[in-house]
């Protein structure tokens, strides 16, 4: 099983690889609460984007993940994905924001 870390409604899987074409985000945000206005962030590594807007981490040395809601966690230096949690209803599927 891959290593995985949850921190609210924002899940983070080691990956063994990262895929080709990533691009870096200009900031560590990883997501944005709807309602509070509050982020999920890193402090420090890299955000990358791919195309269809999924995002990855390539943490050359252990960073944190804060959130002014949730218990900062240490994310040891590695590769990973970002899966963001979503709800389904009747008429559609959507991401959760804190």
Not at 34 to 41: F, I, S
Not at 73 to 89: L, M, N, T, W
Request: neutral net charge.
């Amino acid at each position: 099983m891959k290593k995985q870390y949850r921190q609210g409604d924002i899940l983070i899987e080691k990956v063994d690889k990262l895929p080709y074409n990533l691009k870096p985000k200009e900031d560590l945000i990883i997501a944005r609460g709807e309602t509070t206005g509050h982020v999920h962030r890193l402090d420090g590594g890299q955000v990358l984007v791919d195309v269809a807007g999924n995002l990855f981490l390539n943490l050359i040395q252990e960073q944190t993940l804060l959130h002014e809601e949730h218990k900062p966690i240490v994310i040891p230096a590695g590769k990973y994905r970002v899966i963001k949690q979503r709800e389904y209803d009747e008429k559609e599927i959507r991401t959760i924001g804190d």
